[in-house]
């Protein structure tokens, strides 16, 4: 009974239910950087290499469920769809535990170490893979709560269609680049952490 009637209530407000979600997380977000929010463990910066590692493969199985969720919506397979924009969900889940986890473990940040032209593309991908991150949160909440609360029929009358082409465009562009900054940093060139 509970959660029919918090269905109803995210499905007559999708727009609030967006604003609170997004703004749990980017608290959590915003509060783990300024170390705030005490509740990581200590970690190694082989953890912190770990921890990207696992970053990567997750930000690149989410991209890859994306791309064929947006593919299974154009031929028209709803539930396939549904089922790839949970998934591609749930592992941005993964990622910010793993995310917010290496942040807050102050395992130390790392810095590429490069000049010229790469360097250069590097900050740019970065800040462009940071931004999209920060502004596809409520655009992907907000298609996620539509596409939770309305029958497939009654989504068509919604906005989802078009916040979700949206949603799913940033959020794959930022997973792409931050898969790219990754390789840049990690496998490319070298890395250090400032004193």
Do not use: C
Not at 75 to 84: C, E, F, I, L, S
């Amino acid at each position: 009974m509970a959660t029919a009637d918090a269905r109803q209530r995210a499905r007559e407000s999708p727009v609030k239910v967006t604003a609170v979600l997004s703004a749990v997380g980017y608290v959590l977000v915003l509060g783990t950087f300024a170390g705030v929010i005490p509740i990581y463990p200590d970690i190694s910066i082989g953890t912190v290499n770990l921890l990207s590692d696992a970053i990567a493969v997750v930000n690149s199985v989410a991209t890859v469920s994306l791309v064929l969720g947006w593919y299974w919506i154009r031929k028209g397979d709803v539930k396939k769809h549904r089922a790839a924009m949970l998934t591609s969900f749930g592992l941005i889940i993964v990622f910010l535990v793993l995310y917010l986890t290496k942040v807050g473990g102050a395992g130390g940040e790392k810095h590429i170490l490069v000049d010229g032209f790469p360097y250069y593309a590097y900050l740019i991908m970065l800040a462009v893979h940071i931004v999209l991150s920060v502004v596809s949160v409520p655009v992907v909440l907000f298609a996620l709560v539509l596409g939770l609360t309305h029958t497939p029929a009654e989504l068509k009358q919604t906005a989802h269609p078009k916040v979700g082409r949206i949603a799913a465009s940033a959020w794959i562009v930022s997973l792409v680049l931050g898969v790219v900054t990754y390789v840049m940093l990690n496998h490319i060139y070298h890395w250090e952490i400032p004193a």
